[in-house]
């Protein structure tokens, strides 16, 4: 992925979830070469919840390859903020995918591997956000806020 389309995705991602009422940034050093420093893509906060994305951009579904310090940097981030670490992927169609970092297949001593399958079959982010209850859908929010009178 060009640098300049990993921004775009990152930038794309920060302002959907920003609508979507989170506190949410970028990380100023991410894809950086600082060594000591741990930081995500983006981190976005919500009601006390975080999630910690690392962010990859693909014009087609295939497998992503990615180093294994990426992933102990989303892993130490999300301990050390009690928060939840994802692969955000963008995919084709503007549809964003969230593969938890859990899930994934270490496939050597220094990479872990998203299958194409494993793609296709993870959860789109609102689905995610639904799950952890950051946003509800338009019928359950209604349910909530409904006094049961008609104006």
């Known amino acids: 992925m060009s640098k300049s389309k990993g921004f775009r995705a990152e930038r794309e991602l920060v302002a959907r979830l920003w609508k979507l009422g989170f506190a949410v940034m970028r990380a100023p050093a991410s894809g950086s070469k600082i060594k000591k420093a741990k930081y995500p893509d983006v981190v976005a906060i919500k009601s006390g919840k975080v999630l910690v994305l690392e962010v990859k951009c693909r014009s087609k579904v295939e497998s992503i390859y990615i180093k294994e310090d990426q992933i102990n940097k989303l892993r130490e981030f999300a301990n050390r903020s009690g928060g939840y670490a994802f692969i955000a992927i963008r995919i084709p169609k503007g549809v964003w995918k969230l593969v938890s970092i859990d899930s994934i297949e270490k496939v050597s001593n220094n990479t872990y591997r998203l299958s194409r399958e494993l793609i296709i079959n993870s959860k789109e982010l609102s689905e ?24």
């Open 128 to 151: 995610v956000l639904k799950e952890l209850k950051l946003i509800t859908t338009l019928e359950e929010f209604i349910a909530k806020h409904d006094s049961g009178s008609i104006s």
